[in-house]
């Protein structure tokens, strides 16, 4: 019986401690987006760069093979 006590005065303490400071992480919650959407989004994003990335670094080197090129002929 005193355990439930000393925990109820303990959560008591603690929500007056949260609502002096601010909800804190309660606000976080709620307004977290659940729905999935910001994970798709960035799922996304994701896949672009990497289907990306291969491309682009295939352009920059045949940009530096072509100015490699352009300085080896003579002047």
Same mark, same amino acid.
């Given at each position: 019986?005193?355990?439930? %006590?000393?925990?109820?005065?303990? *959560?008591? #303490?603690?929500?007056?401690? =949260?609502?002096?400071? @601010?909800?804190? =992480?309660?606000?976080?919650? =709620?307004?977290?987006?659940?729905? @999935?959407?910001?994970?798709? %989004?960035?799922?996304?994003?994701? *896949?672009?760069?990497?289907?990306?990335?291969?491309?682009?670094?295939? #352009?920059? %080197?045949? %940009?530096?093979?072509?100015?490699? =090129?352009?300085?080896?002929?003579?002047?």
């Amino acid at each position: 019986m005193q355990i439930r %006590i000393m925990l109820a005065e303990r *959560a008591k #303490r603690h929500a007056q401690r =949260v609502d002096q400071k @601010g909800s804190g =992480v309660m606000e976080f919650a =709620v307004c977290y987006d659940h729905s @999935g959407f910001a994970w798709s %989004i960035f799922l996304d994003v994701t *896949a672009f760069f990497a289907l990306m990335t291969p491309l682009a670094i295939t #352009r920059l %080197i045949e %940009i530096s093979r072509q100015d490699a =090129v352009a300085q080896l002929q003579p002047a």
